[in-house]
């Protein structure tokens, strides 16, 4: 009996442990997400380094890398952990999915300050690009640095091409940062752990399979707000 009870006793422990495991684990990604959605406002809290409403306006999806997650966990010199959210045509952003960005020439420190990036996709075959399981940023899509102020006129040449403007922070400075040979992928384990469902980028991105969560819910009030 007494065995019997210490076995229900370790199973009981080791149920309790994991579900708290996994909480945490999802709200890691939780936690980047409120990360992303800062580093979107302080982006566009000056109207000389805002991004223009016009871009979130037209655009198709937009990515957020942001280089601190959690309260100062700082990622290696070339590679990182972000999010991207959809558009649909009626203007309705998708759930935020997980992504990850690394590799090329791209540096994630300079002079010992980590940096945040964000990605505008302006039309959906960039967002297909994201998508597909090998993507390389100034491969699959052209990315330059992205125009500022809230009435600056982003280039429609770049938009018919399927391009990706970026702005980038280090140093509490935003600016364009060169990309090229930089690889995007899927983060499956990040999406899991985030909605407690095995689903993919492509569902959660433009099949809405999930809800957002609070987190999620809150970067896409404040995407709706950037683009009036």
């Not at 890691?28 to 109207?47: C, H, Q, R, Y």
């Not at 899991?192 to 809150?218: C, F, H, M, N, Q």
Request: hydrophobic share 40%; net charge positive.
């Amino acid at each position: 009996m007494r065995k019997m009870f210490a076995l229900l006793l370790i199973g009981a422990l080791t149920a309790s442990i994991s579900a708290v495991g996994a909480k945490a684990h999802a709200d890691k990604w939780e936690d980047m997400i409120t990360e992303a959605g800062k580093v979107l406002k302080e982006v566009n809290s000056m109207p000389d380094t805002a991004i223009p409403s016009d871009l979130f306006k037209k655009c198709k999806a937009i990515a957020i890398f942001p280089s601190t997650v959690g309260g100062g966990f700082i990622f290696g010199a070339k590679y990182g952990q972000g999010v991207v959210l959809y558009k649909d045509d009626r203007g309705n952003w998708s759930a935020p999915a997980v992504f990850n960005i690394g590799g090329g020439s791209f540096g994630w420190q300079i002079g010992g300050q980590a940096t945040d990036l964000i990605l505008v996709i302006m039309t959906d075959r960039g967002v297909d690009g994201f998508l597909a399981s090998k993507f390389t940023l100034g491969g699959g899509a052209s990315v330059a640095a992205g125009p500022v102020g809230r009435d600056a006129q982003a280039s429609t040449d770049l938009q018919m091409k399927g391009g990706i403007f970026s702005y980038s922070r280090s140093r509490g400075v935003f600016a364009g940062l060169k990309l090229e040979g930089t690889g995007i992928s899927q983060n499956k384990e990040g999406d899991k752990a985030l909605y407690k469902s095995d689903v993919t980028a492509k569902e959660i991105l433009k099949e809405g399979k999930v809800r957002p969560t609070p987190a999620g819910a809150a970067l896409i009030k404040d995407l709706l707000g950037y683009a009036k």
